[in-house]
């Protein structure tokens, strides 16, 4: 503890400290951004690379030859889809029996907060169908998800048959260790939340949902499919969940090396990788990948149907099919084979994947930036706020000037005693927590009193609470 | 001063009683930085469902909490949150009262020094006045009841609370000049875990130094002292050891109790330093280790009452700091306890040199604690390691904050003897290092 006990030392490094706040505090902040930056440049990037042992060896040759009766099968789910106006429940079950998965429902209804808007209702229901594919040799305690959304009108249609093509084929395969489970939710994010939690026997969110009569162990890996069109020309992988967690790297690592060796285009934040990264276009671009996916961690809402698996530690990952104006397109059977080589690979695993990082931003699907080189940039601006609040310190505590005679001039000896430091502090941290409770409690009681809907009822307290924040400095000043 | 006494001790208990009535209570009372093994309420009520079934409470390396306290629980059960807030209150109230007695022979020992004209005459802005002093027994009650380390150990109904009753107890009796009632309540601390032992030497120099008997080796008067005192503690604690045999009707209690606290086989983790370094740990090693830990707790004892002699409440001070820091499983309710000393020592503010730093990184690790727990635990991206690093940085802060503290009170006895302004002898200024 040498800097903290000897005083000389002590007494020149504060004196460096005040005399250059503010440059060294521009130069970390200059600093700062220049490195996040420069995270993009791809010298400065890692190639991504295998971590998982189990991964790594076995590749075999895919051999799903489905595609057409795929995509009849989504004809027919679309049809039945119409009919019903909604999910097809019994038609589900009965083509997924037939095909040999011990098949479940279950039903689940979830109050909105605010009514919806196109049918001014509060309650939303649906039912979830799933099919679970035993493995034909191993005891029942790990199971992979395979998932695709019931979305109303056009869409998704291709994922539904793709998923069922994908279960005839591997229910005639005997090499599976896992228990495989397909499943379709209806109502996205609702239905994924009521199966995973029926799943797990928790229940955060409040809602009602009947218990899974059957269940196949703990959930290792889930992939999530959206195929909206017979064609594609690229995937897109959809990384991002709930509150900006990521899975880990190695199922990203799974994905590339698959598109890589089937040969289909394969994007991230729907930008494909450029080839001239020392040219200002190509640089901008990866900047452009990298902040998209900054952006969707930020903003905390999950991007894709498997953002709430992550919750519970199964890794998960969404791959959407896109088809844009190119000349190549890829058929519905290749993408088969590149999900029978995804699940063979993941049903290798001998335990949840944590090898590889947890924390990583992505310029591009090859090159990653983990969390070891990016967070120095954050270090660098947090550093600002530890040295402005070194410097305050120092001139609060330096000892005041004396005048010529010796005698200390007492009226500056005073130092604010700690009571006038907690009034704002308090006052503050009350206005936090009334924006975070009063909004909600007050929706039911303005409705009740006020002619105002329940959306302008929690705008309006919030901007009440903000206008009487307005009076803060007034109140923390004396 | 009894109206702000009572009307802090009613706002405690609202505080109290709002958060054992919401939904917090079942959160926090499952906070491994809250309670340990030792003083789990999930424990006690295990050990109790076990009595009531006729079996020994300590089969099952379940309950490690000493018959006495099963036994008052088991009268007490049903009223176990007003027992908890009553022991704060409790503890309150002593520390209260010894920060007053405290006061008065400070002042009363600062009044002869000044008429026998021992102070160098620079000094005299460090002599403190009544009027500085008035507000501290206050301060010390609310520094204690509070703080959130005490409201949270408090809500979680850990027995820690019990324990520092006992042991402010222990500290009014002594600074009252209480033989016979020191000797009884540090009996009843030690029983309950061993370490305040400790406070055994800063308890004697205490006494004697009250009783006008010389801390010398060679008088009579000295040993005779110790003898009694230790014939008093020795004797209650056998009392005690004994009484505990007669309740349950065996010994199972003494490796259930002292060698679960000496022997550490418990490794959930902590605020403390054991856990990780013994997860880590080979066999063959683990009783080196374990020895030396353990020594590392008593073995402050001799240097700091070696130096602090004058000084004993400074250092039952110290002592208490060290025991919090590195006992076996410790938890902020055994920190919240010496914390509530830092306003006795309020006039030091002036030679403390990092309280900034050490006020910052104890917030911090304080909040980084749920936070990296989740990430371990719950989100599972983080490993054991990260946990401990903030352990690790929580435990340097507090012993920074306590060496700092130390600095101070010897940095300005120093002065009080030689001067505030010190010249070398050619005549120029000259700084204090401590080494």
């Known amino acids: 503890m040498g800097l903290l006990s000897d005083p000389n030392r002590r007494r020149a490094l504060i004196s460096l400290l005040t005399r250059l706040n503010a440059p060294i505090c ?287 530690h199964i890794e998960a990952a969404t791959i959407k099919g896109i088809n844009s104006f190119r000349q190549y397109k890829t058929d519905i059977t290749t993408i088969g084979r590149l999900m029978e080589g995804m699940y063979r690979k993941l049903n290798n695993l001998l335990e949840r994947l944590h090898q590889s990082y947890f924390f990583y931003l992505m310029p591009s699907l090859s090159h990653f930036v983990s969390i070891g080189y990016y967070m120095p940039a954050f270090g660098l601006l947090a550093v600002i706020l530890l040295l402005r609040a070194l410097d305050l310190w120092v001139q609060l505590t330096a000892p005041p000037p004396r005048t010529e005679d010796g005698v200390v001039d007492p009226e500056q000896m005073s130092s604010p005693g700690v009571l006038s430091v907690l009034t704002p502090l308090v006052i503050s941290h009350l206005t936090g927590v009334a924006l975070y409770t009063l909004p909600i409690r007050f929706q039911e009681m303005a409705v009740e009193h006020f002619p105002v809907s329940e959306t302008e009822a929690v705008v309006l307290t919030a901007i009440a609470v903000y206008t009487a924040g307005l009076a803060l400095p007034h109140n923390t000043n004396r | ?163 520092n009753a006992v042991l402010s107890l222990f500290i009014l009796s002594t600074v009252k000049g209480n033989v016979l009632l020191s000797a009884i309540f540090l009996s009843l601390a030690t029983y309950q875990s061993i370490y305040p032992l400790t406070l055994c030497a800063s308890a004697l120099l205490y006494l004697m130094q009250r009783q006008y008997i010389p801390v010398n080796f060679r008088r009579a008067s000295f040993w005779w002292f110790i003898v009694q005192y230790a014939f008093m503690y020795l004797g209650s604690l056998f009392v005690i050891v004994c009484l505990s045999f007669f309740l349950l009707g065996s010994w199972d209690f003494l490796p259930s109790v002292y060698g679960f606290i000496l022997s550490v086989p418990d490794l959930t983790p902590n605020i403390g330093l054991f856990w990780y370094f013994f997860a880590e740990m080979f066999e063959h090693f683990r009783l080196f280790f374990l020895c030396v830990f353990q020594i590392n707790v008593f073995f402050y004892t001799i240097p700091l009452s070696i130096k602090l002699k004058e000084h004993p409440v400074f250092l039952i001070f110290m002592q208490l700091a060290v025991i919090s820091i590195f006992k076996s499983y410790p938890t902020v309710g055994d920190i919240a306890l010496y914390m509530a000393f830092l306003p006795v020592w309020s006039h030091l503010h002036r030679f403390l040199r990092n309280i900034f730093l050490v006020c ?58 030689y001067g505030l302004y010190l010249k070398r002898k050619d005549g120029s200024e000259a700084t204090l290092v401590l080494k």
């Open chain 1, 26 to 312: 521009v130069v970390c902040y200059m600093a700062g951004v220049a490195w996040f930056m420069g995270l993009a440049f791809e010298p400065f990037t890692l190639r991504t690379y295998m971590s998982e042992n189990a991964m790594g060896s076995t590749m075999v040759e895919e051999r799903f030859p489905a595609g057409e009766r795929a995509l009849a099968t989504g004809r027919e789910f679309a049809a039945h889809k119409k009919k019903a106006g909604g999910m097809p429940v019994d038609w589900l079950v009965k083509t997924m029996q037939s095909h040999g998965l011990e098949v479940f429902t279950q039903r689940f209804s979830r109050t909105l907060p605010f009514p919806d808007e196109n049918k001014e209702r509060y309650m939303v229901k649906g039912t979830n169908v799933y099919g679970i594919l035993r493995a034909p040799r191993a005891s029942r305690t790990e199971a992979l998800v395979l998932s695709a959304p019931c979305t109303p009108g056009d869409n998704n249609n291709q994922a539904v048959g793709l998923l069922l093509g994908l279960a005839q084929y591997f229910r005639s395969q005997v090499f599976w260790a896992k228990d495989i489970i397909f499943l379709v939710n209806e109502h996205d994010l609702i239905g994924m939340q009521a199966w995973l939690e029926g799943y797990h026997h928790t229940n955060t969110t409040g809602m009602d949902w009947s218990p899974l009569q059957g269940r196949g162990g703990s959930i290792q890996a889930a992939l999530s499919l959206e195929l909206s069109s017979d064609v594609i020309t690229s995937l897109d992988l959809v990384l991002e969940g709930l509150n900006g967690q990521l899975p880990n790297l190695d199922l990203v690592n799974l994905f590339y090396a698959f598109c890589q060796k089937i040969g289909v285009l394969c994007t991230t934040q729907g930008k494909l990788q450029r080839n001239d990264w020392d040219s200002v276009s190509g640089y901008s671009h990866a900047v452009q990948t990298m902040m998209l996916m900054v952006m969707k961690q930020a903003s905390g809402r999950s991007w894709g149907d498997h953002g709430l698996f992550l919750r519970y």
């Open chain 2, 1 to 163: 001063m009894a109206a702000p006494l009572t009307l802090l001790l009613i706002v405690a208990v609202t505080i109290r009683a709002a958060l054992y009535r919401s939904s917090l209570a079942d959160l926090i009372s499952e906070r491994v930085e809250v309670v340990s093994p030792l003083t789990a309420w999930k424990r006690v009520v295990e050990g109790l469902a076990l009595l009531d079934l006729g079996v020994s409470p300590y089969s099952g390396d379940v309950f490690h909490e000493t018959p006495l306290i099963i036994y008052l629980f088991h009268f007490l059960v049903d009223y176990a949150e007003i027992t908890f807030m009553l022991a704060d209150v409790i503890t309150a109230v002593a520390l209260y009262l010894t920060v007053k007695e405290y006061n008065k022979q400070v002042f009363r020992k600062q009044k002869f020094a000044l008429e026998a004209d021992r102070y160098p005459l620079d000094c005299l802005e460090l002599i403190r006045s009544p009027k500085e002093m008035f507000y501290i027994p206050l301060k010390v009650a609310m520094f204690y009841l509070l703080n959130p380390f005490t409201i949270l150990s408090c809500v979680a109904k850990s027995t820690c609370g019990l324990n």
């Open chain 2, 360 to 417: 910052c990184v104890l917030l911090t690790c304080s909040a980084l604690f749920p936070v990296l727990w989740h990430l371990w635990i719950y989100a599972g991206s983080a490993n054991s390691n990260f946990y401990y690093a903030i352990t690790l940085l929580f435990n340097v802060a507090q012993i920074l904050l306590v060496s700092d503290y130390f600095y101070a009170f010897l940095r300005r006895e120093h002065h009080l003897c």
